[in-house]
């Protein structure tokens, strides 16, 4: 008989931890566990998690958000969640969840729903606060970290996540998983779909659009002399964060001012993602701040694209300088600028850097492998499966 996971979940969309999420109720073992999802709405995430086997449950979660940095937002996010320890917990205790995942730690009710149902409490810990990653972030970590720690266990998607926690025996390494790669994708096909000549070098960031994915610094990089000569085109994949509206503007009208219309191609939201990597040269993670992980790169060098990245936080743990990629001083337009023209002036080196990073990638980071520590990590929580 299968024990219940009880998963909270902080959007119903398709980016990193949305598909991850996907993965895992994709790849759960059904004689062993069965997933019960809840997610704020149903978006486009809840029928592709019933089609691979998981009950879906809508509520409204609470979840960190920027709002909440007010006295109101304060007393209603307490509200929020002694709500969900009413509802949530009750739900726990009618499935019999032997274990409640929060899927990323801005689900900020996970703790107290486990209480109430008396289930083992699991945070997957997807964010970087302590540091360098903006003052909000920083000035939560105390906070945070309290309440982090007081989960029975905690799933690091990177060691630059897990050092927050300084040596925590409850913080253990927990790669993100990435499926096998699929098939090479028709380059040239893949370059007319989206209306961008054969003959053009193309540099692909995908990731949503704000403050610190470094779609700025791309589009400045894109102006520098070293990029204008060869005319490379910048393919910009993803849509703003609903907080990021006012960035999301001042980006346009950088492209604007800079003179660089005609080689930004943004894209918005884009499902096909092996379609924007297929058309690509390289893809750029010109992050500004650390990424927690960095599952586009995984991705990119899947595809077998080399990969240019800021160097810092985890991306640095997927890329290999010089090997599988490039590793530039986060923000600084001129190094990130030079690396890329390097990698346009010598396919063959790309080539190689794409390849390596392809096999690389396969060998250290294959989903099968974070399926088996994640129910490993749900068994012993939950203690012997009761026979």
Wanted: with cysteine; aromatic share 4%; hydrophobic share 50%.
């Amino acid at each position: 008989m299968p024990r219940t996971v009880l998963i909270l979940h902080s959007s119903a969309q398709r980016y990193g931890s949305d598909s991850q999420l996907l993965a895992i109720a994709r790849g759960l073992a059904p004689e062993r566990w069965r997933a019960v999802c809840v997610l704020p709405e149903r978006g486009e995430l809840a029928p592709m998690l019933e089609d691979a086997g998981a009950e879906v449950v809508v509520h409204p979660l609470a979840v960190l958000r920027r709002s909440l940095f007010s006295g109101a937002g304060a007393a209603g996010l307490a509200r929020a969640v002694a709500h969900d320890r009413r509802v949530l917990g009750r739900l726990a205790i009618e499935r019999g969840a032997a274990v409640v995942h929060a899927n990323t730690s801005v689900v900020l009710s996970s703790g107290a729903v486990a209480r109430r149902a008396g289930a083992a409490h699991l945070i997957h810990v997807r964010e970087i606060y302590a540091g360098s990653s903006g003052p909000v972030a920083s000035a939560l970590w105390p906070l945070m970290r309290r309440r982090l720690e007081a989960a029975d266990a905690l799933a690091c998607v990177s060691r630059a996540v897990a050092r927050q926690f300084g040596g925590s025996a409850r913080a253990q390494l927990l790669y993100d998983g990435l499926a096998e790669a699929p098939g090479p994708v028709d380059r040239a096909a893949a370059r007319r779909s989206l209306g961008i000549a054969d003959n053009r070098f193309v540099i692909a960031l995908v990731g949503r659009v704000s403050d610190w994915k470094g779609q700025d610094v791309l589009v400045r990089a894109l102006a520098q002399p070293a990029l204008v000569a060869n005319g490379a085109i910048a393919l910009l994949a993803g849509d703003a964060y609903p907080s990021s509206e006012a960035h999301e503007r001042r980006l346009v009208a950088l492209v604007g001012s800079l003179g660089v219309t005609s080689r930004v191609v943004r894209l918005g939201f884009c499902a096909d993602v092996a379609n924007v990597l297929g058309a690509a040269d390289v893809l750029a993670v010109p992050s500004t701040r650390p990424e927690p992980l960095g599952l586009v790169a995984m991705e990119g060098a899947a595809a077998g694209l080399p990969v240019v990245a800021s160097a810092h936080g985890g991306v640095t743990e997927i890329v290999r300088h010089g090997v599988t990629g490039m590793l530039v001083a986060p923000g600084h337009v001129g190094a990130l600028a030079t690396a890329l023209r390097l990698l346009a002036d010598d396919p063959a080196l790309a080539r190689r850097m794409g390849e390596a990073g392809r096999r690389d990638v396969a060998e250290r980071f294959p989903l099968d492998r974070m399926l088996t520590r994640l129910q490993a990590t749900y068994d012993r929580l939950s203690g012997p499966a009761p026979v």
